[in-house]
């Protein structure tokens, strides 16, 4: 029996379910059932004349379907709010900051609809990332003038009008260093009250104790004896990944690109190179064994499982049991169209289930076979499935950036990333739809997302 997938907005009128089952042989048969079952969706989906209303789309499967678009047994039929649409009421909202190459977008709405730009804030400058803290509300920016280097700072209610944003102090090289930041790439919270930590380019780590307004440079990191055989990658020598260790600040691991994974039990006093595993297949194959050439795109840890992490690298995808020093192949032999790629999420409250978005390959960074697909794992990479509907599937060929890839953290989760396009796409049910959320922005190079209390 072909089952119908509900977004976000609809469940409420139809007892809290995500998905029912539904007889019929054609896609409007099915929705009419689909009301006689819940009385309370009627005139929701289908018109008066038996139609699809104006501002929905239905997908079976992968594809746009219509009223009469006929369905098989085990058929999965999608219900998508069309972007021009309006959502449900009590949606919940959720703020979307987008870093762009034109400045900072406080996208603000209902999860599932259309984001209205509540702000734009350093207009033409580069905006690498953009967070807020939850615990403090302080919402971060990292600003690269192009005149005047990269810069961090942070307001309160980046959406007021009104919002004043402070420089943030101390985010560079001590003179001893012989360094200058080129590009702060990640702002993240860590365990302790008040601590930050940031990334930066050349590869460094810098640590906030009083909730980032001043910073200090991790000197363990820097002065690693290593260093000085780091490799940069394609993007520079750069810090873009820190993963704290739930309930222990002392234990934290980076990945730096192209000098791999780093770990610390001792709060950036020593680390340990985390790179077992991993195959640098950009290496020629007699040098893998001693290069220290190690390109990780992205890497996130389990919050519920902090000895579990995943990483994007720069051809293949993988995940580590035991806390960023041994990694295991997740992507070979999988559905994945592609093992190249750059951004990872995953559901924070799931540490089997992991999302990417494929990349044809380095020389090559579009989408594969011009359809946009996120794929998703639900059993710790041992397979992979395409999440499609409502996403363009044909001459679709878009690049998403490492930091361009977030969620909400709600329940379901909410999915959200840009496009060097512009585009904004975002999901309310954990991928299953998918709808624009903006478009027409400047190319989108970070993307987070937070609710809206």
Known sequence: MPIVYLPQTLRQLAGGAEQVEAAG?????????????????????????????????????????????????GDQVHIVPAISGGAAPDAGEVEVLAGTRKGLFVLRGARGGRLRVAARRFAGQPVEYAVRDPRSGWCFASVTHGQFGPHLFRARSPE???????????????????????RIWVVEPGIEDG????????????????????WELVRGLWDEPSRPEWQAGF???????????????????????????????????????????????????????????????????????????????????????????????????????????????????????????????????VTPEGRLRVYETSDRGASWQPLAAGLPQQDCWLTILRQAFGHDGLEPLGLYFGAESGDLYASPDGGRTWSAAATGLPPILSVRAHPIA
């Open 195 to 214: 601590v930050l930590w940031a990334g930066v380019a050349p590869a460094a780590l810098f640590r906030s104790a009083d909730g980032g307004g001043s």
């Open 160 to 182: 007021a009008p009104d919002a004043i944003w402070e420089q943030a102090a101390g985010l560079a090289f001590p003179a001893d260093a012989g360094a200058a930041v080129e």
């Open 235 to 365: 993007g520079g020598l750069c810090l873009h990944s820190i993963c704290p260790w739930p309930g222990e600040p002392a234990r934290l691991a980076i990945g730096i690109s192209s000098a791999g994974v780093w770990v610390t039990e001792d709060g950036g006093e020593s680390w340990r190179r985390g790179t077992r595993g991993l195959v640098p297949r950009y290496v020629p194959e007699e040098a893998r064994a001693t290069t220290t050439s190690f390109c990780v795109h992205k890497m996130l840890r389990a919050e519920r499982e902090p000895a579990t992490l995943y990483l994007q690298f720069h051809g293949g995808v993988y995940r580590s049991d035991d806390a960023g020093l041994t990694w295991h192949d997740i992507a070979s032999g999988t559905a994945l169209p592609a093992d190249f790629g750059f951004p990872i999420v995953l559901d924070p409250r799931d540490p089997a289930r992991a999302f990417v978005i494929p990349l044809v390959a380095d020389a090559d960074r």
């Open 25 to 73: 042989a054609t896609v409007g048969e099915a929705l009419r059932q689909l009301e006689l079952a819940h009385p309370r969706l009627a005139g929701w989906v289908l018109d008066e004349r038996g139609g699809l209303r104006r501002h929905v789309s239905v997908f079976v499967n992968d594809s746009l379907a219509a009223a009469d678009s006929p369905l098989g047994a």
